[in-house]
């Protein structure tokens, strides 16, 4: 079962809104991520998470807010988003971190996520 | 800059027509996935290569990892309209933790 579920599917909220999205994997991965997808773009790297630990932030304002609260989940939480935040964010997970031989990164369905 | 240069950017075809989908780089990749993905549907994985001159088949499609592990395609034979959707390749390089180094993404439309 190669699995990661992502909830909700679809999100709409204000700019002043908090809300969250969630992610979650029974696989064993021990790594997990969070990426950002423009429509017809590759996605971009936003949060890894290795062994439970933020090992990479690239460069992601503050208003997207990672959180891990065991092996298995992935939170991302969102307060005083932009218009221009509006997209698909995928959560994915793997066996580790490391670009070992073989390691594979499982992407979930995606929230899709709307600023107004 | 680790860079994947995938092409063609965009292919409409007909049914039953056969495509070859490429992606280069100057980076070795100690492995590179290929990906299919819907409109607002996360990147389904469809094969991950590791072995330089590797080759793998899944139905109609014939995956090939060139032999300094540098560059990759993907084939269809007799591509079906089901076959539309975003093919993206995807690399990932030794050292660099975690972190994916993706193509721009095929467009493929296939027509009846």
């Known amino acids: 079962d190669t699995e990661v579920t992502q909830t909700p599917k679809h999100l709409v909220m204000g700019m002043t809104n908090k809300k969250s999205l969630k992610c979650e994997q029974h696989m064993g991965h021990r790594a997990m991520y969070w990426y950002k997808q423009k429509a017809k773009k590759p996605p971009e790297l936003m949060f890894v998470y290795s062994y439970e630990k933020l090992s990479i932030n690239e460069s992601v304002p503050s208003r997207f807010s990672p959180e891990c609260p065991n092996s298995s989940l992935l939170n991302l939480h969102l307060h005083a988003l932009q218009p221009e935040d509006s997209a698909l964010y995928l959560c994915?997970?793997?066996?580790?971190?490391?670009?070992?031989?073989?390691?594979?990164?499982?992407f979930g369905e995606g929230s899709w996520l709307t600023v107004v | 800059t680790q860079l994947l240069e995938q092409s063609p950017q965009f292919l409409s075809i007909q049914e039953g027509e056969n495509l070859t989908v490429y992606c280069n780089s100057s980076?070795?990749?100690?492995?590179l996935q290929w990906y299919r993905q819907e409109p607002g549907e996360g990147p389904v994985l469809l094969v991950t290569v590791v072995t330089g001159g590797e080759v793998k088949k899944l139905k109609r499609l014939t995956f090939q990892f060139g032999d300094a592990r540098k560059d990759s395609s993907l084939h269809i034979t007799a591509a079906q309209p089901g076959d539309t959707g975003l093919y993206l390749c995807?690399?990932?390089?030794?050292?660099?933790?975690?972190?994916?180094?993706f193509g721009q993404g095929t467009t493929l439309q296939v027509k009846p």
């Open positions: 994915a997970s793997s066996w580790t971190a490391q670009a070992g031989s073989g390691n594979t990164i499982y």
């Open positions: 995807a690399g990932l390089i030794s050292g660099n933790t975690g972190k994916l180094i």
């Open positions: 980076s070795v990749f100690s492995s």
